[in-house]
């Protein structure tokens, strides 16, 4: 119930394009979900982040929507970039943070 | 500047040796976190710290151990008994009285076996 599945493992868009990247979850205490991006060598960082009573959150290019009641919510990057490409991370927390297990994101330019 | 400062940036490990990574946060934040970054699998919680002189057990605390002696400090370390340490291995903190706060992360020492 502390899980959070997170797909695709990977993905590969042209730039300009609209990746999508889905989470689940199950335990409704989660109160806060964050999604961070990752460079290789370098730590997570704080993308954006929506708490369950809004359905949807924009920041810039990167979106996020929540349907609370199928437990599920996902990031959308728009007009997507080869300067996007990273590892994505979905996370949800109660008292602790639950991450997902990334999304490798390839935008091709 | 304020961040989380992880060193060494690389380390090696030989057989039956223990390894302390350092973490160091100018941030004041009260909480701080030790994962384990393997391919595939996501960030998986080893310790944390919420306040000087406590800290719990995450989800893979076998093998490893840690400190918090001061608020700005949380060493981990690799002990002999952690039988596959190579990872990738993360520092995080965050404020505790502010929920909205989101942990920040170092830039993380790759360990690797000899």
């Known amino acids: 119930q502390q899980q959070v599945k997170q797909s695709p493992q990977s993905l590969i868009v042209q730039k300009g394009g609209i990746p999508i990247i889905n989470c689940a979850y199950e335990n409704t205490a989660f109160d806060y979900f964050p999604w961070y991006q990752q460079f290789p060598g370098k730590g997570p960082a704080l993308l954006i982040a929506?708490?369950?009573?809004?359905s949807e959150k924009k920041e810039g290019r990167f979106t996020i929507s929540f349907n609370k009641s199928a437990k599920q919510f996902s990031l959308h990057i728009m007009d997507s970039q080869p300067g996007d490409s990273a590892t994505y991370f979905c996370a949800a927390r109660w008292d602790k943070l639950v991450f997902g297990a990334g999304t490798i994101l390839r935008v091709k330019s | 500047d304020g961040g989380i400062t992880q060193s060494p940036k690389y380390l090696f490990r030989k057989e039956g040796q223990n390894v302390t990574l350092s973490c160091e946060q100018n941030?004041?934040?009260?909480?701080m976190y030790w994962y384990r970054q393997d391919p595939g699998q996501g960030l998986r919680l080893i310790y944390y710290?919420?306040?000087?002189?406590?800290?719990q057990k995450g989800d893979i605390a076998e093998g490893y151990s840690v400190s918090r002696e001061k608020k700005e400090s949380f060493p981990l370390t690799v002990t002999s008994a952690q039988k596959n340490p190579t990872a990738f291995y993360l520092c995080a903190s965050t404020p505790l009285r502010d929920s909205n706060q989101p942990q920040h992360f170092g830039d993380g020492t790759r360990l690797s076996i000899l």
């Open positions: 929506i708490r369950p009573d809004v």
């Open positions: 710290s919420q306040i000087v002189n406590d800290f």
């Open positions: 941030l004041n934040h009260d909480a």
